[in-house]
């Protein structure tokens, strides 16, 4: 390796490198793999797909602008995965540069499924260590997850310790991605997505061909950390670094919408089977601030922004007792809107102080016109990993998705065999080619 083994961006690929990888460490990543192409697939049917699908057809189907594609498709749905500790979305930065280098190079299934746990790895290492105060402003995912790009890509590449620190070091100055859209709903995030699957493998593409970056691009005077982290915490980066892998920490969406509303959505849905036939007069959340920031919208004005707005989610799980893509449309917002006028969200204990390492709790009260309250607590959500997914529920979440994409029957179950194939080391690219934009 270089002289500039001391840094942190070193060490971490020293400890991602060094970490066995097991044949059910190799099972869950084909899942999590499984869980990232359905949601791709599923994000073509959108307004942002459409639109992200109509740039890349007037495009030669290049690694790079299929990276791109299929990162910011998979981000669209909100139904793709959360690792809780760093608050990133690693598989629609991860999956989509694996998936899409791998085809070109018609790489096997271990070595796409090592590459998943290796991507995950740095991404989430990084995200856990930037800070509360980051994530007020710029959005982790954006900005954790060119390292995860470019450490998937040098593990394909083959790139050696020192051609993957150059890879990091120019995935880190790429980093970029602010929360401003919220205000308006704005397709951003999805570009978040995409951009950092792409810049990761722009670095690692670039550093097999000699080209350098900065070694100390985490923790120098003018680098990630200082420059958009004021509470960062660099130690983070490398501890507990005989760990499971982090995609094993990683949880699964069930409902799709942002994770922030999840704990709301379980308290909820656990009260509905009490509500038939009785009023609600108030309902109250009590939350942690960061789903306060990120998901205080009381009164939703499109399907995006009601996917952020824990006052609509509320009143879904209440009402229907599910929460479906349905629940936010045009007619849902508008069937809604009574009772989510009632839902006060409020920053409470212990749900302040557990976010984001211990849990991401809420509690729900709803006070009813006879006088009763109804409460119900979560400290946590389903689909994380103590209260995973079966693999039949992420199974049949991914035809669920691959439908709503448009994908014929016969071909998702090509797709999905395909993908869960991949532990025995074979690559069915015939098959996986149908997720490629």
Known sequence: MSNATGTLTGKLIQL?????????????????????????????????????????????????NQTFVLGALTHILETDDLHRSSVTHPGCVVVPVVLALGFHREQGGAELLGAVLHGYEAMCRVGNAVGPAH???????????????????????????????????????QSSGLWQFLETGAMSKHLHAGRAAESGLLAAELAALGFTGPPAILEGEKGFFAGACPDAQPARVLADAAAPWQLIRTSIKPWPSCRHTHPAIDAALELYGSLFGRDVVRVEAEVYQAALDVCNRPDPNSEYEAKFSLSHC???????????????DGRSRQRLAALRGRVSAVVAEPYRSAYPDQYWGARISVTLSDGETLTAEKKGCKGDPKSALSRKEMIDKAKLLMRHGGLEQRATESLVAAVLDLPSGRADWQSLRAVMP
């Not at 007020?136 to 900005?143: C, D, E, K, S, V």
């Not at 509320?314 to 936010?328: E, K, N, P, Q, Y």
């Open 16 to 64: 991602v490198r060094g970490k066995p990888v097991t044949a059910a460490d190799l099972e869950q990543a084909a899942l999590f793999m499984l869980d990232a192409i359905a949601n791709a697939v599923g994000g073509r049917n959108s307004a942002a797909g459409e639109i992200l699908l109509r740039w890349a057809s007037g495009r030669p189907a290049q690694t790079s």
């Open 135 to 173: 994530y007020r402003i710029w959005h982790n995912t954006a900005t954790c997850g060119p390292y995860g790009s470019a450490m998937a890509a040098a593990n394909l590449l083959q790139l050696d310790d020192a051609e993957a620190q150059h890879a990091l070091g120019n995935a880190g100055t």
């Open 314 to 328: 509320i009143a879904a799980a209440l009402a229907d007792g599910r929460v479906t893509f349905d629940s936010f």
